[in-house]
């Protein structure tokens, strides 16, 4: 069962000198995308499709961080928090996907001043899934001429912020932008077809490539990736869920990073996906897996995997035995230690590891007292330090999410926040998370 802690057990003694803790939010989900003249993206249209997002809810004022990121910048430093992990949004800087926007571009400029100001280490990711519209309209990911465009856009962004950045990412969390997005069809754009989803998983990986080429092209130090990652787990011993389990793990876990590691996707996923790829894809992987200077790994949950009918993938989930987020995850400490622990055995060797989200999404009780948030993020924190310990190159973790914020296609309704957001007034209200980890980081 969950404790209801109010304190972490461990603080920032259990670590080396320098390990880095941070925060993330990002762009459309907190800024306020209807200020400072955005153009409009894919998540837009998505939520105007009825019964695609929650109450067809959008991120057009989300939590006003454009007018209110002063404040917001105060709330990290005074927890303590050595890093912010933020998003930069394509459709701000470039509203067509292709023509500068100066005050998109400026607010990003002020922002990132501000975190210095404050001893905040700026990490940048260049896309976090708002996809300008125009854009989407030439075909998105599906078309080999996005890429392109999001490395032009890389480099507008390095140009202008890249001297005073300390880490930056370019994609974040790819399965999301390719797979959940083109085959299960539960993010914008929501297709569901695996011929789309097959050239979406090559795009999304051509555009890293190319970003991180415009990134050292423009003297940016300091580029990694950003992944996420789920546990996969068969639902019992029959050999049909344990293949079904590692087909799950190739296409969400090891399809990326073997990409970006080792310049080759798995085998078992190209069985299926093979057919659908775009021509001469084989001829990217050495720029998709140019050198980075770290590897960044999302992580929340687990999946139970069985052998479904149906044609390839022929996989499905059943509900797991451990208590869940609010979100129906199951709450699986043991796995975010699993995969850490493999990707630096198998992929990354010595290359320094940040975990760049963890966290959890809980219906909080009015006085805010989030005690299950607390325990979830203690409980990662013990596997982190355990890790460390042990030798794994793990240098930095980072908490999802600042604030309650524009959640997709569940609209307002999960709240991953240290900071509560009332959605009417928009006042930030810390929570009993925020003011525990205020306490470790000091101790």
Known sequence: MTKHRDAFTVSRSDFPEGFLF??????????????????????????????????GQTGALACDHYHRWEGDLDLIRDAGLDAYRFSTSWAR?????????????????????????????????????????????KGGWTSREIPQRFADYSHKIAARLGDRLWS??????PWCVAWLSHYEGYHAPGLADLR??????HHVALAH??????????????????????YALPATDRDADVEAAQLYDGIYNRWFVGAMMK????????????PHMPEGWQDDMALISQPLDWMGINYYTCKRMIRSKGDWPAYGTVDGPLPKTDMGWEICPEGFDWLLRRTAEEYTGDLPLYVTENGMANAEPADLSD??????????????????????????????????????????????GLVHIDFDSLDRTPKASYHALARALER
């Not at 509203?95 to 571009?105: C, F, R, S, V």
């Not at 789309?196 to 998983?201: L, Q």
């Not at 310049?263 to 093979?274: I, K, R, T, W």
Request: net charge negative; glycine share 10%; hydrophobic share 35%.
């Open 196 to 201: 789309s989803a097959a050239r979406a998983m």
């Open 263 to 274: 310049g080759a996707y798995p085998e078992d996923v190209l069985e299926g996906l093979s």
């Open 93 to 137: 800087v470039m509203p067509d996907g292709k023509t500068l926007n100066p005050e998109g571009m400026d607010f990003y400029d002020r922002l990132v001043d501000g975190m210095l100001e404050r001893g905040i280490k700026p990490m940048a990711t260049l896309y976090h899934w708002e996809l300008p519209q125009a854009l989407a309209d």
């Open 22 to 55: 941070a925060t993330a939010t990002s762009a459309y989900q907190i800024e306020g995308h209807q200020f400072g003249g955005a153009g409009p993206t894919h998540w837009d249209s998505f939520a105007r499709q009825p019964g695609k997002v929650y109450k």
């Open 209 to 230: 490539g190319l970003s991180v080429e415009a990134l050292r092209d423009e003297g940016v130090q300091n580029v990694g990736a950003a992944c996420n990652m789920e």
């Open 371 to 416: 005690h299950a948030r607390i325990d979830y993020i203690d409980r990662h924190l013990e596997m982190a330090r355990d890790m460390v310990r042990d030798g794994v190159p793990l240098r930095g973790y980072t908490i999802w999410s600042l604030l309650d914020n524009y959640e997709w296609t569940l609209g307002y309704d999960k709240r991953f």
């Open 168 to 173: 930056t990412a370019p994609v974040n969390e």
